[in-house]
């Protein structure tokens, strides 16, 4: 058992050092930790943009050290890798590829928080729209998650229908561009997560929803497991149902990651 999405102290929302969650997920009976907090935002001039968020960019390289030294310390009693969450910017996206290609990372998530300039979590930002206004954002959510897909930045895309996570109807609009997305993922071959963090929010329920998910594996999607963790006490959250689920769906394999190289495991 594995958990590929984490978080911790350093980006200013979640709880537990790197330490704690090492030591919780041995106690928890996970063979892999993956350790994958929020990169800083490399495209902005301060040295920590929006310090609620994600760490200073200062701050980075100190994150990558100190993995590298519990993966070392632990290695006798569980696999750490070291990874990190990305925002995906198509407009630093060659910035961010220099910054992250600068350190030995397993892998990167690439995920959108954020569009037209207003995170995707701010229930405000949905407020009195249309049916027809929220269907044009999620169309245009889906077109960025696919441009994100065909980036080459990400080994990960993470919880792909997040545009759900404060606007629950989302999930009921139904558009093309939503098996769209789906395919430019399979034709770019990148892995998605089952990302069971949905019920924290205000959608309930896992990333990407049993439709979506279904969908994705009759594209031929690849997937892995993330419970996003902002908590150790969430560490590996739902891992079993999310197994027998993929099963149910015709999945035969889950994918980690070691040195930006894909492995396959058995479900």
Not at 119 to 135: I, K, N, V
Request: proline share 4%.
């Amino acid at each position: 058992m594995f958990d590929l999405h984490t978080h911790h102290e350093r980006c200013g929302h979640a709880q537990g050092t790197l330490r704690e969650y090492v030591l919780r997920a041995i106690d928890a009976g996970l063979d892999t930790l993956g350790l994958s907090d929020h990169t800083p935002f490399f495209g902005e001039p301060e040295d920590r943009h929006r310090p609620w968020v994600a760490m200073a960019k200062s701050e980075f390289p100190r994150y990558v050290a100190e993995a590298r030294r519990l993966r070392e310390e632990f290695a006798d009693r569980i696999r750490v890798l070291i990874g990190v969450e990305s925002d995906y910017f198509p407009e630093h996206a060659a910035l961010y590829r220099d910054a992250l290609s600068g350190h030995e990372l397993d892998y990167v998530i690439g995920s959108v928080h954020v569009m037209d300039g207003v995170d995707l979590f701010r229930p405000e930002r949905w407020a009195g729209l249309t049916e027809e206004d929220l269907l044009r954002s999620k169309e245009r959510y889906c077109d960025l998650v696919a441009r994100s897909a065909r980036s080459g930045l990400f080994d990960i895309l993470g919880h792909i229908d997040v545009v759900k996570a404060a606007c629950p109807v989302m999930s009921e609009l139904a558009t093309p561009s939503t098996e769209r997305m789906l395919r430019t993922i399979a034709e770019c071959d990148v892995v998605i997560e089952v990302n069971t963090s949905g019920r924290t929010k205000a959608c309930g329920g896992w990333y990407p929803d049993l439709a979506v998910l279904e969908m994705a594996a009759h594209h031929g999607v690849k997937v892995t497991y993330g419970s996003d963790a902002h908590t150790p006490e969430r560490l590996g959250e739902d891992a079993e149902e999310v197994r027998r689920t993929l099963r149910d769906l015709g999945y035969r394999r889950w994918y980690v990651f070691e040195r930006r190289r894909r492995i396959a495991l058995p479900l």
